[in-house]
């Protein structure tokens, strides 16, 4: 080990220049060695080896998903930084740079788990709570799909009235974009929602608990922006007065190009703006019986421009972050973007998924690179992909690729239904998301207990084979995973495959069919579209 150690240290090169306080460490990856770790919505391009020619700087790019300046190896080898940190993969040299903060470097064991469990016990440390438990036990449903920018009160009924109709179990059902007067105006749209005090009481009395999505953005020239604006609120261009005489306040608002058009922006580092955003997530909770939010939006990309904050010298991914804590004043949330948020009791979901087959074979990579950066509280996009542009035509749809969706959700710590199985399907298919979305709820118990030790022990609920078998060559396996210790799960990611090969670690294990393999090899079984393939180990 001291020699390990000794050869680690003599592999970093570091460099502080005085002006810009930047450091850098070179690494040279060891023979059979992969690396993980800095983006989740690349995981499926994760393991890094020897062969890898790829780059990312994580200043002010989280790529749409969560993002931790952090890398694991299969050698127990680690990087860390509390500042936004390039690494570049280059063949057998990986080089690492911040433009501020120290890197830390080091050899915490032998494999990925030691890596992993240092990482967690000095990096981010869990601090004992869990998301909302609905969010496990039960299937997630999003209004997004089936009405767009339509938000409304009696189309979010009838959707609600259908799950039940359909006899899929309800559980959290979230209202997304549009169903508020405007940006920053959080209250409900009266040409919309006529009755939205009424229409959480009848969604309470189905089983139902209510999100609303939200985001950091104020749409400009409303009274709410006015007011903003006025109180410095909001955050600032870097021209910050303006000499328009007939203005109500001299600061010069930043006006942020984002999906939904140019808005001005929360400045969540000053404490008077999340006392304000609080207070009317809170108002929204005790007037209409609203139980959390979706977080939406809050990408670090979205504050590299020249900005001015409450707090100066900050860096983009600080706003993401600012952002992010908001949510644990909430224990029924969801986020997209998070920057340095692992252990907490956040829900975090995979970035918007296409409706194709290639998006469907990333989702199990994707969500295990969350695991491994610490990420546990975990879904995978919505079933079937969340780009509402594939649903537009029903005739374009995959009804396999929505029922292998669906499968590959099932068993992973949460899973999240959008488009309406039932008016896309036909009634075989519909029968087998159903089936999926059973099996969640039958296994609700456990993905609970998953998380309660996650939130004690950082143990991801979804674990990459090298991660729960160490030292036995399964660092490239990503089209299966562990289920916390005793349950493997591997879905069908494939267009039109009816055999697939799973590779058991050694003991013996019992299929969900009822047959029992011998493991320490590779099988090979059937797969119809009626099937969800998993082994517990006895």
Not at 11 to 35: C, M, P, R
Not at 200 to 225: I, N, Q, R, Y
Request: proline fraction near 5%; charged fraction near 25%.
């Amino acid at each position: 080990m001291k020699r390990i150690l000794l050869i680690s240290l003599l592999l970093i090169t570091t460099y502080n220049t005085y002006s810009q306080n930047k450091e850098k460490v070179e690494i040279a990856i060891q023979q059979g060695e992969y690396w993980w770790g800095g983006l989740s919505s690349i995981g499926h391009n994760t393991p890094y080896d020897s062969e890898t020619i790829e780059s990312h700087d994580l200043w002010g790019d989280n790529k749409g998903n969560q993002a931790q300046p952090l890398l694991l190896s299969s050698k127990g080898r680690y990087v860390w930084s509390e500042s936004p940190i390039k690494y570049s993969f280059d063949k057998g040299k990986i080089t690492v740079t911040s433009r501020d903060g120290k890197i830390e470097f080091g050899t915490a064991g032998q494999n990925l788990r030691d890596s992993y469990e240092y990482a967690v016990a000095n990096f981010f440390p869990p601090n004992g709570k869990i998301p909302e438990k609905l969010l496990f036990t039960k299937p997630q449903y999003n209004t997004w799909i089936e009405l767009i920018y339509n938000q409304n009160e009696d189309d979010i009924l009838k959707y609600a009235q259908a799950i039940i109709d359909k006899g899929y179990p309800p559980g959290v059902l979230m209202i997304d974009d549009n169903w508020q007067e405007s940006y920053g105006t959080w209250e409900f749209s009266p040409r919309r929602f006529k009755d939205p005090k009424g229409m959480m009481k009848k969604l309470h009395g189905m089983g139902f608990k209510v999100m609303l999505w939200v985001c950091p953005f104020v749409s400009a020239d409303t009274e709410t922006f006015r007011h903003l604006a006025k109180e410095k609120m909001l955050l600032l261009d870097a021209d910050k007065t303006q000499d328009i005489l007939w203005a109500d306040t001299k600061n010069k608002a930043a006006i942020f190009r984002w999906w939904n058009g140019a808005s001005a922006c929360l400045d969540l580092s000053n404490p008077d703006t999340q006392e304000w955003f609080e207070g009317r997530l809170k108002y929204l909770m005790d007037e209409y019986g609203v139980d959390g939010f979706k977080f939406d939006a809050g990408d670090a990309g979205f504050y590299t421009e020249d900005i001015v904050s409450y707090v100066p010298g900050m860096n983009p991914n600080d706003h993401t972050t600012y952002f992010a804590k908001l949510g644990l004043q909430f224990p029924l949330n969801e986020y997209r973007a998070s920057w340095k948020m692992a252990g907490l009791p956040l829900a975090q979901r995979l970035r918007d998924k296409l409706h194709v087959w290639t998006d469907l074979e990333k989702l199990i990579p994707d969500l295990m690179s969350q695991s491994l950066m610490g990420y546990a509280y975990t879904c995978p996009d919505m079933i079937g992909g969340g780009e509402h542009q594939s649903f537009e035509n029903t005739t374009t749809i995959d009804e396999e690729l929505v029922v292998r969706s669906a499968q590959v959700h099932a068993l992973m710590p949460m899973m999240q239904f959008s488009v309406a199985p039932w008016r896309v399907l036909s009634e075989e298919n519909n029968q087998f998301c159903l089936e999926a979305a059973l099996l969640h709820a039958k296994m609700g118990n456990l993905f609970l207990e998953l998380a309660e030790e996650a939130s004690r022990t950082g143990e991801p609920i979804v674990k990459p084979m090298a991660l729960a078998y160490p030292n036995s060559g399964y660092e490239t396996i990503k089209d299966q995973f562990m289920l916390g210790n005793r349950i493997l799960v591997a879905p069908v990611v494939k267009k039109g495959e009816r055999k697939r090969k799973v590779i058991l670690p050694k003991g013996k294990w019992l299929a969900e069919n009822g047959k029992t393999y011998r493991g320490g090899r590779t099988i090979e079984i059937e797969v119809p579209l009626s099937r969800l393939p998993y082994f517990t180990k006895k």
